[in-house]
């Protein structure tokens, strides 16, 4: 976007894709808005230079059809109050009534189109509705890192029909941090991911073994990995089916030098609720009948030890079931530790979802040098993929 000046985008109609999918509570207020706040600096320089900015979200999954409880209406307002002036909202992406709310636009107006996946053709990338989006604008700005690793018709179908197609400052900003940490980082580089499965975190221990020169993990995976080496997990989650890969992936960063570290000690809970019985143990004195929801005291100590030296660190997934006060000390413990490296320069990333609950909760996500705003699209960066919104764009 820095590379489109003020005379090129004055008076232009710019169609502006942004990840406003935000939580909402049961009264359809929202409760977090980071999302929204992330789209302004986009948002306010192509105002500030005369442009027209059509906004294009999705928001849930209304799988293409009109669902009253998925409008952008609360959207809108917030960002009305956010950007100090009125936002326009349209009655659907497409059609006459977005057609006549653009065409009624002045200079440095907002226009907010409604949810795009109300129409079946967005997710499918129907190159005709792509068109009919593209059609509303002069210029295609894609600043919906959340939705980048999504090939649909707003992020990836529209850039065929609309030129230029640039990245939005959101979008740059995530690709700087994000790629440019697995690129080219200062080293030492660390990782740090939790979670409960190893099925959903494959492509990303992959990836980050080849990476980094260290790999913490936390979570419910980690017992996995335990069962794996042949210790005793209780009644643990343990996915059964991944018992070689755990082996393989420590395998393959001991063959590559990888510091790949796993917990030394862990919380136990009887069952699997807030109010539990608990008890800490070392990882091969776990007794039948008990579950591990965190990991241990020692363990933080252990990865506060290895993360000391790093000029990077990654995080990604809770190291604990941090919903549970009594099972949030591990979790908690990592985030105090990363914000404690920033302040020695460290970069450190929060890629995405739990981990950024996470930081949030504990009160340090604003000592972060960058907290994602994509969840999917965060973890499919660090896993190398190629994410088909940014593909797409002109200086990719
Ligand atoms: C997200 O919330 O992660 C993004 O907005 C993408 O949403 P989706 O998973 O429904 O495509």
């Avoid at 509303?136 to 090939?151: E, K, M, P, S, T």
């Avoid at 539990?276 to 091969?284: E, H, K, L």
């Avoid at 776990?286 to 100590?301: A, F, H, N, R, Y």
């Avoid at 030890?305 to 908690?332: S, Y």
């Amino acid at each position: 976007l820095a590379s489109l000046s003020a005379d090129e985008l004055r008076g232009k109609r710019v169609l502006v894709r942004v990840d406003f999918n935000v939580p909402l509570d049961e009264s359809g207020a929202i409760t977090d808005d980071t999302r929204i706040r992330a789209a302004l600096p986009t948002i306010n320089d192509l105002t500030g230079k005369g442009a027209r900015v059509i906004l294009a979200a999705h928001f849930g999954r209304p799988k293409g059809q009109v669902n009253e409880a998925m409008r952008l209406t609360p959207v809108a307002a917030r960002l009305a109050e956010l950007l100090g002036k009125p936002v326009v909202k349209t009655d659907s992406c497409i059609g006459p009534d977005a057609e006549a709310k653009v065409a009624a636009m002045g200079d440095g107006d907002v226009v907010l189109l409604e949810n795009v996946r109300f129409f079946a053709e967005e997710e499918k990338n129907d190159p005709a509705f792509a068109a009919q989006l593209a059609a509303l604008a002069d210029v295609y700005v894609n600043d919906a890192f959340g939705a980048a690793h999504r090939a649909h018709a707003s992020t990836e179908g529209v850039t065929k029909a609309l030129s230029p197609s640039v990245a939005g400052y959101l979008m740059e900003k995530e690709l700087q941090y994000l790629q440019g940490a697995i690129d080219e980082p200062k080293r030492p580089l660390a990782a740090i991911v939790g979670g409960s499965k190893v099925s959903s975190k494959i492509g990303v221990l992959e990836s980050l073994i080849d990476k980094c020169d260290k790999v913490l993990i936390g979570g419910g995976m980690i017992f996995t990995f335990y069962k794996a080496r042949g210790l005793a997990v209780g009644k643990s989650l343990v996915e059964e089916d991944k018992l070689e890969l755990a082996k393989e992936l420590e395998a393959k960063a001991a063959a590559k030098g990888v510091q790949l570290l796993l917990p030394t000690d862990v919380v136990l809970a009887d069952n699997f609720a807030p109010d539990a019985n608990s008890q800490i143990t070392p990882i091969d004195a776990i007794p039948d009948g008990w579950m591990g929801l965190d990991i241990g005291p020692d363990s933080v100590k252990t990865f506060q030890e290895a993360l000391a030296d790093c000029q990077t660190v990654i995080w990604n997934g809770p190291m604990g079931v941090f919903e549970f006060d009594r099972f949030a000390a591990g979790t908690n413990g990592i985030a105090h530790t990363l914000a404690e490296l920033s302040a020695k320069g460290c970069c450190t990333i929060i890629g995405g979802g739990d981990s950024v609950a996470a930081v949030e909760k504990v009160g340090v996500a604003d000592r972060m040098s960058h907290i994602s705003t994509g969840g999917g699209a965060s973890l499919e960066l660090l896993e190398g993929k190629v994410l088909p919104g940014v593909a797409a764009l002109d200086e990719a």
